[in-house]
């Protein structure tokens, strides 16, 4: 056989779309055992309504969303041997002001007993911007985890585009994480934080990239001194047709269902931004920055997962970065679906840790203190 000859094998649903994670030789196996005990080593499930049902068809579909992944996360094993008791920490709850008057819930974790100021990691969880809440166990013990570490961890309730009280589209929850962001800026003397970091996942790292591009819209980039995302959900392009992701994004198809799929995050594009108009915004989908709005932002971090279906755009976000001249390091999670490192704990302790100690050493690194 020549060179000509040779056929490589396209990885994921590109090569075999017949594949799932179950039968992806990539796949981590303590992932796929952890994902089969919740019933989601399979195709993921499409969901019961397209967006072309309509706002209310699409606000029930996404309730249903919001109650079963809730459950997920509700029920999913989180302990491992040595974890901390809760005295280690102090937990307090405080609320700021959105400019529209709402009450912003903000948890505080602070590792107890630590005299002396110190950084603080804002977290901002996923969910599309759109599900889950900030109080589920599976975002309270990463607060945790990231406060153990030796820092004042502080969580950021912001208002989810779908609730069962009614909707809260783009840019509620943006303008509740900006809010939030200018309080902590102003308490830095009160609450003793050398600097402040955002960090968020999936939903969440929309929100902290957005949040970022916001403040350097408005001035206020310096209350910002690093930015650290995971699997960021960030191009709102779930819908587009295969032609266009296979040309931008082709994770899109090649991890298609593997634990989320591309449906499913269209259904929370829908209820986000339900008339479309801010489709190509880079506020409401960070993915659409340009060069300029990028420019002189402060140290980034972007982390993707492998078979993850966000994963390029993850990617493209890292590239356009460099390309702006933003320092800024990129990871790659091998074997690993959307958000497994944060969501399975117990399954997955290695890449926990290493995924806590990354943004550690990134908050380290920062050579940014204002107390």
């Known amino acids: 056989m020549t060179a000509t000859d040779a056929s490589p094998t396209l990885p994921g649903r590109l090569g075999d779309p017949t594949l799932d994670l179950r039968s992806d030789p990539r796949a981590k196996p303590d992932l796929v055992a952890a994902l089969a005990a919740v019933g989601l080593d399979g195709p993921a499930a499409a969901p019961p309504v397209t967006r072309e049902a309509g706002h209310a068809a699409v606000s029930e579909a996404v309730g249903g969303l ?29 609320s700021v002001a ?62 989810n585009a779908w609730t069962a009280l009614g909707p809260h589209p783009f840019p509620a929850g943006l303008d509740d994480c900006a809010a939030a962001l200018r309080w902590l800026d102003d308490q830095r003397g009160e609450l003793g934080l050398t600097r402040i970091v955002l960090q968020g996942e999936s939903g969440g790292a929309n929100l902290v990239l957005a949040t970022t591009l916001r403040a350097k819209r408005s001035g206020d980039l310096d209350a910002i001194d690093g930015v650290h995302v995971s699997v960021p959900y960030i191009s709102g392009g779930y819908a587009w047709d295969d032609a266009r992701k296979l040309r931008e994004l082709p994770s899109m198809i090649e991890n298609d269902g593997y634990f989320i799929n591309c449906a499913l995050m269209d259904l929370l594009v829908a209820a986000y931004d339900p008339d479309g108009r801010h ?60 958000g497994a490192e944060l969501i399975f704990r117990q399954a997955l302790p290695a890449e926990r840790r290493a995924a806590i100690a990354d943004i550690r050493a990134f908050v380290d690194g920062l050579a940014v203190d204002h107390v």
């Open 66 to 94: 919001h109650d079963g992944f809730s459950a997920i996360y509700g029920g999913v094993p989180l302990d491992l041997p040595g974890d901390a008791p809760d005295e280690a920490l102090d937990v307090t709850d405080t």
């Open 98 to 159: 959105a400019p529209d008057g709402h009450l912003v819930p903000l948890r505080i974790y602070r590792p107890a007993g630590v005299a002396g100021p110190l950084p603080c990691v804002a977290y901002i969880h996923g969910g599309g911007m759109t599900i889950l809440d900030a109080d589920t166990r599976v975002h309270d013990r990463w607060c945790r985890d990231l406060a153990l570490s030796g820092v004042v961890a502080v969580q950021v309730a912001f208002r």
């Open 279 to 338: 489709a190509e915004d880079p506020l409401a989908w960070p993915y659409f920055a340009s060069l300029d709005d990028l420019a002189g932002l402060p140290p980034h971090v972007v982390t993707v997962n492998e078979l993850d279906p966000l994963r390029d755009e993850g990617l493209a976000y890292h590239r356009k970065l460099l390309a702006a001249g933003v320092p800024v390091a990129g990871r790659v999670n091998l074997g690993l679906v959307h």
